[in-house]
C-alpha cells in the first residue's frame, strides 16, 4: 500500500511537471511572440518617423524648386530692365552729343551767317 502510494504520488508529480513543462513551454512562445511583436511595433514607429521626414523633405524640395524658379525668372526680368537701361543712358549720352553738336553747329552757322553779312 504505502508503494503504492508512493507510486500515485510519483505519477501525480509526474504529471504536475509535464502540465508546468507544457505551461513553461507556451510562456517562452508567447514571450518570445511578445518579443517580436515589441520588435515590430517599434520598426514600424520608426517607418512611421521616416516617413513622416521624407514627406517634410519632398515638400520642403518642392517649396525650393518653386522659389529657385520665381527667383531666376526675376533675375532674368531684372537682367531684361538692366540691358534697356544700360541701351537708355547710352542713347540719352548720345542725344545729350547730339544736342550739344546742333548747338555749336547753330552757332557756327550764327557766327558764319554775320561774318558774311558784315562782309558785304
Known amino acids: 500500500t504505502s508503494s503504492l502510494m508512493h507510486y500515485d504520488t510519483l505519477t501525480s508529480r509526474l504529471t504536475q511537471y509535464d502540465t508546468l513543462t507544457s505551461r513553461l513551454t507556451q510562456f517562452d512562445i508567447l514571450t518570445s511572440r511578445h518579443t517580436q511583436n515589441y520588435t515590430l511595433t517599434s520598426r514600424l514607429s520608426q517607418y512611421d518617423i521616416i516617413t ?10 518642392s517649396r525650393l524648386s518653386q522659389m529657385t524658379s520665381a ?3 526675376r533675375l532674368t526680368q531684372y537682367d531684361i530692365i538692366t540691358s534697356r537701361l544700360t541701351q537708355y543712358y547710352t542713347l540719352t549720352s548720345h542725344l545729350t ?24
Open 52 to 61: 513622416s521626414r521624407l514627406t517634410k523633405n519632398d515638400k520642403f524640395t
Open 71 to 73: 527667383y531666376t525668372s
Open 97 to 120: 552729343q547730339y544736342d550739344t553738336l546742333t548747338s555749336r553747329l547753330t552757332q557756327y552757322d550764327t557766327l558764319t551767317s554775320r561774318f558774311f553779312t558784315r562782309s558785304d
